[in-house]
């Protein structure tokens, strides 16, 4: 269900409990007819519509957008802020139980963007636990069903997690597909620092399974890339890898949401 749909349902629940005509509601700024369309879902209220009838509903912003009250929204957020913290200090069995409490709580689910946080860091947490199947899945689902409420940077993260499971488990022509593809359909605008470092995790396939060819065309694609967006990238001393970033930085390390 489209977010302006729920957003209408919310504003016609509201209104029936305090007793209010759509008339009634609407007067004297908007019409029945405006209401009638919003509840509908049939037309998008901007931000002042919206604050103007929280304001006549007597209910915060928040509910009315987003479903879930200002403490409700807070309590996710820290939650969010917890997990992440437990995966960024190793606690990985510790952050894939939180995330998956998150994901289980009915609040969450009106809320794109901390519903994508939520499911890319469970999905980073399975894998750092060596459930690679599991990570696979929710990745592939996070792809297909969240692609409107990703910016292209998390695009771009989630593929690359994607490319490195599958890696991870030797499937390298799955791999291969999803590196490709990601890089085919997100880099015609330019590269970014996040495009070079998915990349580095598909030269890396590149070199898994001995293709050492498309490897040595393609590293020095990347890079070029990456010297004219001014990453800092060296020369690898060990054998056959050509690319490596600074600080730990490498192909297999696990971004964070």
Request: hydrophobic share 40%; glycine share 8%; aromatic share 4%.
């Amino acid at each position: 269900m489209a977010a302006q749909d729920l957003v209408g349902q919310r504003i016609k629940a509201i209104r029936r409990q305090r007793g209010l005509s759509q008339a009634q509601l609407a007067h004297p700024e908007l019409s029945d007819s405006y209401v009638s369309l919003i509840e509908s879902g049939k037309r998008t209220p901007t931000p002042a519509v919206l604050e103007l009838l929280a304001q006549k509903l007597d209910c915060s912003l928040t509910y009315l957008v987003n479903g879930v009250t200002a403490e409700q929204m807070e309590d996710l957020e820290v939650g969010l802020s917890f997990a992440r913290m437990a995966l960024e200090n190793g606690e990985v069995a510790e952050a894939r139980r939180r995330y998956a409490e998150l994901l289980a709580d009915g609040n969450l689910q009106g809320l794109a963007s901390l519903r994508v946080d939520a499911r890319y860091g469970y999905a980073l947490a399975s894998e750092a636990c060596g459930e690679l199947a599991e990570a696979i899945s929710v990745l592939e689902e996070l792809g297909e069903s969240e692609s409107d409420a990703m910016p292209k940077e998390r695009k771009i993260a989630v593929a690359l997690a994607l490319c490195r499971c599958h890696r991870e488990r030797g499937d390298y022509s799955a791999a291969v597909q999803v590196g490709e593809h990601a890089l085919d359909t997100m880099s015609r605008s330019g590269w970014s620092d996040a495009l070079v470092e998915l990349g580095a995790t598909l030269l890396s396939v590149y070199l898994a399974r001995g293709d050492l060819l498309r490897a040595g065309h393609f590293a020095a694609e990347l890079i070029a890339a990456a010297e004219a967006l001014g990453t800092p990238v060296r020369r690898s001393r060990r054998p056959g890898t050509p690319l490596m970033w600074p600080s730990g930085r490498d192909a297999g390390r696990r971004p964070l949401p």
